[in-house]
């Protein structure tokens, strides 16, 4: 990796240091040039042409998306965002009342409130698997829940928003095809940041954001469909024209891809921006981003925990988010110096991890999330900072 290259081609990265690729990273230049320079030429020629004029290159998004997560172009959507790629493919399954979700305690508030809105409309039932002392999840009690409730649908974030764990999705993947169920993976903290596989995940829903770990534009994303889920015929509740054809007066038919999971009216520009970001991850290598991105995140915790701070982030394989607070459980002064000190952050507030921060009996804390264009010296510079 050629840091030097890298930050020259990150703008944003010059004149603070930054650490909330969790929340939403810094564009490559190749990124916004891409958006500016389609958006002109929709200036000049209207979208429609100008989406003509560039079908081939937007049909090539499919195959950058797909080599990204080890998947086929024909089962890649493009989306709006992870949770747009989620509520369709939650829309996909048929629930009915008395079925059963098997959760985490550690899934995304926008999962944990789509699950209970199902609970509240159709009346399912959710049951969320235990956590070894490790905190990682217990398979033994996810095989129990799985033969005692026979789920319709198995549910789990591979990485957490608000936490720095990495979930075991290939042990819960194991577990589903053993016995036949439909799973779906939130991968928005994890595609990007560190390799992804949806062939050793063994998962039928993947999705993903282009604005965090990805680098790419706000109003991104892509969800993944396996064969599996084509075959069931599975689709949104509510089709558009992108793979699907009005037959009849009273019927329609749909294609054989996952763009059925797709509207018809998106933004081209945002779209060919995520291409441009996932080529550029892509070009660097995701191994070497994985293990630079852990050198950092594991330097970052061992200073905050040699400076005194509180470190929450618990599991036996950790990410680069890293959370934490004060000895007290306070973080308005670690706020108040990193602002000074132009340390871009995050906060998580237990609002957004209720299960998790209730456990952990905290009400806040700091998310710091390095990423590749980050370098050593930064992160010292960070420590140094904090322990002033």
């Known amino acids: 990796m050629n840091i030097d290259l890298i930050r020259q081609d990150t703008a944003g990265c010059?004149?603070?240091?930054?650490?909330?690729?969790?929340?939403s990273s810094l564009m490559p230049k190749i990124v916004v040039d891409t958006?500016?320079?389609?958006?002109?030429?929709?200036?000049?020629?209207?979208?429609?042409?100008?989406a003509d004029r560039n079908s081939e290159s937007i049909h090539q998004?499919?195959?950058?998306?797909?080599?990204?997560?080890?998947?086929?172009?024909?089962?890649?959507?493009?989306t709006t965002g992870s949770t747009d790629g989620y509520a369709k493919a939650l829309s996909s399954i048929s629930f009915k009342e008395g079925d059963c979700i098997i959760t985490t305690n550690d899934d995304y508030i926008s999962n944990q409130m789509a699950f209970i809105s199902?609970?509240?409309?159709?009346?399912?039932?959710?049951?969320?698997?235990?956590?070894?002392?490790?905190?990682t999840l217990d398979l033994e009690d996810c095989e129990r829940l799985i033969k005692t409730h026979?789920?319709?649908?198995?549910?789990?974030?591979?990485?957490?928003?608000?936490?720095g764990l990495i979930q075991n999705v290939e042990g819960v993947g194991k577990l589903c095809k053993q016995y036949?169920?439909?799973?779906?993976?939130?991968?928005?903290?994890?595609?990007?940041?560190?390799?992804?596989?949806?062939?050793?995940?063994?998962?039928?829903?993947l999705t993903a954001t282009g604005r965090k770990f990805m680098r790419g534009p706000r109003g991104t994303g892509f969800l993944y469909v396996s064969d599996n889920a084509l075959q069931q015929n599975l689709a949104p509740l509510f089709?558009?024209?992108?793979?699907?054809?009005?037959?009849?007066f009273n019927d329609y038919e749909m294609g054989k891809t996952a763009r059925r999971f797709e509207i018809w009216e998106r933004s081209n520009a945002s779209l060919l921006g995520f291409k441009e970001a996932l080529k550029y991850a892509g070009a660097i290598g995701l191994p070497y981003i994985e293990d630079y991105n852990r050198k950092l995140?594991?330097?970052?915790?061992?200073?905050?925990?040699?400076?005194?701070?509180?470190?929450?982030?618990?599991?036996?394989?950790?990410?680069?988010?890293?959370?934490?607070?004060?000895?007290?459980?306070?973080?308005?002064?670690?706020?108040k110096i990193l602002k000074e000190n132009e340390i871009y952050f995050s906060v998580s507030n237990k609002s957004n991890a209720l299960i998790d921060f209730t456990l952990k009996n905290v009400d806040r804390a700091i998310r710091l999330s390095p990423h590749y264009f980050n370098t050593p010296e930064e992160i010292e510079k960070v420590l140094d900072v904090l322990a002033g």
């Not at 998004?61 to 493009?78: D, G, K, L, Q, S």
């Not at 199902?118 to 049951?127: A, D, T």
């Not at 089709?239 to 009849?248: I, Q, V």
């Open 297 to 335: 995140a594991e330097r970052l915790r061992a200073g905050l925990q040699h400076n005194g701070f509180t470190a929450l982030d618990k599991g036996s394989r950790l990410s680069s988010i890293v959370t934490f607070c004060d000895q007290s459980g306070r973080i308005e002064t670690i706020q």
């Open 118 to 135: 199902l609970q509240k409309k159709v009346n399912i039932k959710i049951i969320r698997m235990k956590n070894l002392p490790d905190h």
């Open 180 to 205: 036949g169920i439909l799973y779906l993976v939130d991968a928005c903290q994890s595609v990007g940041q560190m390799m992804v596989d949806v062939g050793k995940i063994g998962c039928d829903f």
């Open 61 to 78: 998004f499919y195959e950058v998306a797909a080599r990204f997560i080890n998947a086929h172009p024909r089962n890649m959507a493009f």
């Open 35 to 50: 958006i500016v320079g389609y958006l002109l030429e929709e200036q000049q020629s209207s979208g429609y042409i100008t």
């Open 239 to 248: 089709l558009d024209m992108s793979d699907a054809t009005w037959t009849d």
């Open 150 to 163: 026979r789920p319709k649908l198995i549910a789990v974030t591979h990485i957490p928003t608000n936490s």
């Open 14 to 23: 010059s004149d603070k240091i930054f650490l909330n690729n969790a929340g």
